[in-house]
């Protein structure tokens, strides 16, 4: 059975910096895809950032330049690292892994950006 856990979620200061964590069990994120994925207040979820089995990582134009994604093979962890925190960042952020057969989300971790 397949888990997958988000942790990092919080309160950040406007301009600040926040690393948010995905791991999983039951799966290897080296296979196939992980994403990071928000959903803010009245807004559709969408994608941030994902990184393939390759090592491939595509980032959203929405938040270019200022968010990373990398995995961590040993720990079998994928890391969202943004800076430059803005309000509209506020928002849940969720993980999702595809391991060749199903789509799992995680239960999200609020982020909040405040001044």
């Known amino acids: 059975q397949v888990h997958v856990v988000e942790s990092g979620g919080g309160l950040v200061q406007l301009g600040g910096s926040l690393r948010l964590s995905c791991t999983a069990s039951?799966?290897?994120?080296?296979?196939?895809?992980t994403a990071w994925y928000r959903q803010a207040p009245g807004k559709e979820r969408e994608l941030d950032a994902s990184?393939?089995?390759?090592?491939?990582?595509v980032i959203a134009d929405s938040v270019k330049g200022r968010v990373t994604i990398s995995r961590d093979s040993a720990q079998n962890t994928v890391t969202l690292h943004f800076d430059s925190a803005q309000r509209e960042d506020t928002a849940v952020y969720y993980c999702?892994?595809?391991?060749?057969?199903?789509?799992?989300w995680g239960q999200g971790t609020q982020v909040n950006v405040s001044s």
């Open positions: 999702r892994h595809f391991d060749g057969r199903n789509w799992y």
């Open positions: 039951g799966t290897d994120f080296r296979i196939y895809v």
């Open positions: 990184v393939n089995s390759g090592n491939r990582t």
